[in-house]
């Protein structure tokens, strides 16, 4: 970075006396005076411009050679501060096309118009430059005095300058900084807000299934029971059926004998006979499978009010979670287990299992054709405990995630998935002020962690 001060002067003029003059004018020989290097020192402090620093001169003796040096001194980011420029150079540009030339390069190049007389007024040359801001005129003969006031103002001016752009560039850096911070601050109230979004949603769609479950609970149990009963009365008609069709067989040849068969094969009795305790088994399936969606709903949206809290170890949780999966497990996915020791937490047990149950198995319906791993990490930070389940299962398309925690989304064909295990596990890990979150890329797997705090303060 070029110095704050700079007292570089290009001088551009065909007229060799003028630059020995202004080597005599702008860099006397400099006696050096302790005392009034101190004196400058306490006045201005360290980082001052010292009064008498010299001036620093490169001579051109033309429009071009000075454009040359110009270009050189950027290049190598050491810029003047002001130019000398003659208005009158009969060999090449002149004055006024020099200074063109120049602030093509350096635009902010302060310079000084050295003129006896010109082929341009001034008001002239001040609307053919178009910068009045940065032209001063100097009249030929000049005076010394002159010279050196010109040549202090303008360096002075452009150490001021210099200064007031690094403050600029400082002050843009710190809006910068306080930019990224407040957008940092608007992403998080986005994620809280659509957190809330979320957990607006699902309390009340959780109101919604409470309310459902609640219509559907009462024919869902007379249908099952009915179905008990049918089964029992079925199996007693058989009884009876077969105790007719044994006297059938004692009847004397001739006697409606003819017209029983008959009507049997007609009706296919003997297929109705094997069929009945078929489809009542299947309705009975059907049936129980409504009565455990009901009872997740109601799970779901926290109607059931045998809550029992109390402290227990999440891993012996797990390991028996595991065990009653196991059969599940078997075919698909080996498992990992890094755990390390966990202290008892607060929480309702069997809930928690069913968390830890429904991880589990998705994570081993996500794995394709190849026997795929299942790890279970866990560990504790501060007055919490987490969980990890990982798979390389399938993964989850981007789209689909933002939809695994409502209930009823499911992926799985119709009578594999019921889509209600995250979103039931969501509502308990809620229920536990704890925190469920996913990662997951299609084609490397799926990581759900749990979060839950040791203790339930407010329970
Ligand atoms: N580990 C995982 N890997 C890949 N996809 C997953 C994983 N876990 C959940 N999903 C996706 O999230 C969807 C919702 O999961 P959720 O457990 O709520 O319902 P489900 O497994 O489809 O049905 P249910 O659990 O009720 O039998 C799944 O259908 C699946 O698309
Ligand atoms: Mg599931």
């Known amino acids: 970075m070029p110095s704050l001060h700079n007292r570089r002067i290009l001088l551009i003029d065909d007229t060799p006396s003028i630059h020995e003059d202004f080597r005599k004018i702008l860099m006397p020989p400099v006696e050096q005076n302790p005392a009034l290097d101190e004196l400058e020192s306490t006045l201005f402090g360290a980082t001052a411009a010292p009064l008498a620093q010299p001036f620093e001169l490169d001579s051109a003796y033309g429009g071009q050679e000075g454009l040359q ?5 950027m290049q190598h980011d050491r810029p003047y501060a002001l130019a000398f420029v003659d208005m009158r150079m009969p060999q090449g540009w002149d004055g006024a096309q020099t200074i063109e030339e120049l602030w093509k390069v350096d635009p902010d190049l302060q310079v000084v118009v050295c003129t006896a007389y010109s082929d341009y007024s001034w008001e002239e040359l001040l609307s053919r430059l178009k910068a009045h801001d940065r032209l001063l ?19 002075t001016k452009w150490d001021m300058a210099r200064r007031a752009n690094l403050k600029t560039i400082h002050l843009e850096q710190l809006v910068e900084q306080r930019n990224q911070a407040l957008q940092l601050e608007i992403d998080e109230r986005k994620q809280l807000q659509s957190q809330l979004i979320q957990s607006e949603k699902l309390a009340s769609l959780g109101q919604m299934a409470a ?3 609640h219509e559907i609970n009462n024919p869902v149990g007379f249908v099952s029971s009915n179905l008990g009963t049918l089964d029992g009365y079925f199996k007693q008609l058989q009884r009876m059926l077969d105790a007719y069709q044994q006297a059938q067989e004692a009847l004397p040849p001739g006697a409606c004998i003819e017209q029983l068969n008959a009507l049997r094969k007609d009706l296919d009795l003997d297929f109705l006979k094997e069929d009945i305790p078929i489809l009542i088994r299947e309705s009975k399936d059907g049936i129980a499978r ?16 045998d809550e ?10 797990i390991d028996s979670t595991l065990n009653i999966v196991a059969s599940e497990l078997k075919h698909k996915a080996d498992v990992i287990k890094h755990y390390q020791p966990l202290p008892d937490i607060e929480c309702l047990a069997s809930q928690i299992n069913q968390v830890v149950m429904n991880l589990v198995i998705n994570a081993a319906q996500a794995m394709g054709s190849e026997r795929g791993t299942i790890t279970l990490s866990n560990g504790v930070e501060g007055d919490q405990v987490w969980l990890e389940v990982a798979d390389n299962g399938c993964g989850i398309a981007p789209h689909s995630l933002q939809k695994i925690f409502d209930p009823f989304f499911t992926t799985k064909p119709v009578g594999e998935g019921t889509g209600l295990g995250l979103s039931l596990s969501y509502g308990i890990v809620k229920k536990h002020h704890g925190e469920i979150s996913v990662r997951s890329e299609v084609g490397t797997g799926t990581t759900f962690r749990v979060v839950l705090p040791i203790r339930q303060t407010a329970a």
Do not use: Y
């Not at 040096?69 to 001194?73: G, K, N, V, Y």
């Not at 709903?297 to 009010?305: G, H, I, Q, T």
């Not at 029992?308 to 949780?317: D, M, T, V």
């Open 69 to 73: 040096q110009l270009c050189s001194a």
């Open 211 to 213: 309310g459902v479950a």
């Open 308 to 317: 029992n809290w109390q402290w227990a170890n999440l891993q012996h949780g």
């Open 137 to 155: 005129i100097l009249k030929k003969p000049f005076d010394n005095i002159e010279v050196q006031q010109m040549a202090n103002t303008l360096a």
């Open 290 to 305: 409504v009565t455990q969606i009901v009872k997740d709903l109601k799970n779901f949206s926290r109607v059931d009010n």
